[in-house]
């Protein structure tokens, strides 16, 4: 490795060809340029300039050398312009979040992706604690979490809530079925989707079907359809709801008909009847065999608050200020 200022010694000396020159525009001595051309020669263990009167011819190891210096000089001058780049639709930005954020948020990234192809936006689906974990380590520039991280290391900002709904299958199992046998207008009812969900009732009404529902002994016989989320979000939507008979039950004590841990796949044992599960309703959304689920109308709404969440010691890249901007717009 040379020492940079060596060749930048050598490459004043080859363009002004003068020993003097190169010590003005240099601020050195002229025995300082000696010095330094001496030390590049002993380090290249070759001659690279053929002193001539008052000028210099340079070897043929020594255009290569200058060749070299130049290439170096262009090289750091590149980087030092990079580190000043800025461009707010170029470059690679990571956002991590958990899945059901992901599918709310990423058709629009994908959006703007589209509209600004130099944009490369990639989309990691990671637990709370991960997240939290690669800003505090300066990993990850932006993710998305719910409730406020309690963290010096951690800078968040409040985007919005997320509703959670306790999700059952439209239409109830036989043996379920048989108990709940009378309707609102005193008809079968085996479809207890197409009695209480608010799609299709008032509020009055929907909230009617719920009573007559033992809802406790509902999903204690359906079971738990289990998720990496399903307990955090089940002591939250039974602390929250306002409904007595759930607020008794200890989560992790409910029966367990299944588990999966791909949140495409979560709704699909609940709409064939296995069970049932709790998560962001706007999962929803996202199946095609949601006209066989429906979400229970509880008394009160459950929602968590989602903050994005930065490192507090630098500010975040223009493209993720664009990023984040799009992603609040999804949200609020």
């Known amino acids: 490795m040379f020492n940079p200022l060596w060749l930048d010694t050598f490459i004043t000396l080859v363009e002004t060809g003068n020993f003097t020159r190169t010590a003005e525009q240099r601020f050195m001595t002229q025995p300082g340029v000696s010095q330094h051309l001496k030390k590049l020669e002993e380090a290249c263990q070759c001659e690279l ?122 239409t109830l199992p036989d043996a379920l079925a048989a108990q709940y046998s009378t309707s609102l207008d005193n008809k079968p009812r085996s479809d207890m989707g197409s009695q209480a969900t608010p799609n299709s009732l008032s509020k009055r009404e929907a909230r009617a079907a719920n009573e007559k529902i033992d809802l406790k002994a509902v999903i204690h016989t359906l079971g738990l359809i289990n998720h990496p989320d399903a307990m955090h979000y089940l002591q939250r939507y039974f602390h929250d709801c306002g409904e007595s008979e759930l607020a008794n039950i200890t989560p992790n004590k409910l029966p367990h008909t299944g588990y999966i841990n791909q949140l495409s796949q979560i709704l699909l044992p609940v709409s064939k009847g296995l069970g049932f599960t709790v998560l962001p309703t706007s999962t929803l959304d996202f199946v095609s065999f949601a006209d066989k689920l429906t979400v229970y109308k509880a008394k009160n709404e459950v929602t968590e608050p989602l903050y994005s969440v930065q490192t507090p010691h630098s500010a975040l890249p223009a493209r993720y200020q664009v990023i984040k901007q799009a992603i609040t717009e999804v949200l609020r």
């Open 49 to 170: 300039v053929v002193r001539l009167g008052r000028g210099i011819q340079l070897t043929e190891q020594g255009q290569r050398v200058y060749h070299y210096a130049k290439e170096q000089q262009a090289t750091e001058q590149d980087f030092i312009a990079s580190l000043k780049f800025d461009a707010p639709y170029e470059g690679k930005c990571i956002v991590a979040c958990s899945g059901a954020i992901a599918q709310r948020i990423y058709p629009a990234l994908l959006a703007l992706q589209k509209k600004h192809s130099a944009l490369n936006i990639h989309v990691e689906v990671a637990p709370r604690r991960t997240i939290l974990s690669g800003i505090a380590n300066n990993t990850l520039e932006l993710g998305i979490v719910t409730n406020k991280p309690d963290s010096e290391d951690v800078l968040s900002e409040y985007l919005g809530e997320e509703a959670l709904g306790l999700i059952l299958p439209r």
